[in-house]
């Protein structure tokens, strides 16, 4: 019984983490983050205009489209490596994403 | 000795056709300048500043751009003041035709003043970063259409539009902030395929504009995926050859 509830929590997510990366001044704040797989990543955006978010990362594939500001968007990381995240507006933000 | 009309007239004659052989193009290329300088002290100088780097006191909501970094050639400054920017892909037109005020030569002696005073060093320049930039293998060439669709889809399309029109939802919204953005329709632009990549590479600062509005993106890509953009840009893009 105990097993199976702790299976279902792992499979619900309930002990995943979420982890906050603002987008500010043009930057991803942090610029780096460590993650587990099946964790969870919290884009907020805090500038006054639209940003993006997208990994070309084969096996965590996203782009969470245009964002406008104080808008938050979450993304599920699924599979482990280390992968960059960028801005497909802005050519100097980069996130490094490292899931373990 | 006697000087009669003739004996003075003679010499002068000689000099003059000498003059006007050795000197000829000089003269007519030096009236010219004068000319165009002219002309932008009276018409261009107030948005563009004496030396073309831009008034700082101009207020603008497009600051007009600084003639001394321009991208532009000669040719295609005279483009610009005879048609206006609007026509060349601006999304304004607060660079305005011109062709109403003054006829072709005088455009031209305006587009020639600019082009010798504040940009004289352009063309070297122009030519110096595409020396100085990767060559693209042939192996690499065959590439550079779909590595250009793809970037331009991810990250230009967002402020040029999908098409290249200079329309797109980000703009849109933007339009009612402070943080404006009046991308340039490139179906429309001047820049031939090495200029686009060279404008890409080093954003629109470097080439002039106020803000940085159009960023460099060499720490992004590298100049084979900058040289695809221009390409896809310059061929499938762009509809005024």
Known sequence: MKNILLALLVTTGLFAANHVVDQKGKTFIPHAISVAVGDTITFKNSDPFAHNAYTDDEANEFDIGMQSPKIDVKVTVKAAGTFNVECAIHPNMLLEVTAK | MILNKNTLILPFTILSLLCSTLFGDDMYKQESLDNGKLIYESTCISCHGAKGETS??????VKPRKLNKTILSQE??????????????????????????YNDDEISNVALYISEEFNSHRDKKVL????????????EQVKMLSVG????????????????????????????SKDFLFPYNLTRTLLNEDEIFLYAKFGGHYWGTDKNDMPSWQNKYNDF?????????????????
């Open chain 2, 56 to 61: 700082s006191a101009i207020f603008l909501i």
């Open chain 2, 76 to 101: 295609q400054s005279f483009k610009i003041i005879k048609d206006g920017a609007h026509y060349w892909g601006a999304h304004s037109d607060i660079m305005p035709t011109f062709k109403y005020v």
């Open chain 2, 128 to 139: 110096k970063l595409l020396q100085e930039s990767d060559a693209v293998s042939k192996d």
């Open chain 2, 149 to 176: 669709e793809k970037i331009f889809k991810r990250n230009c399309s967002t402020c040029h539009g999908v098409i290249g029109d200079g329309k797109s939802e980000y703009v849109e919204k933007l339009k009612v």
């Open chain 2, 225 to 241: 995926k900058l040289k695809s953009v221009a390409k896809y840009v310059n061929e499938k893009i762009k509809k005024i050859k």
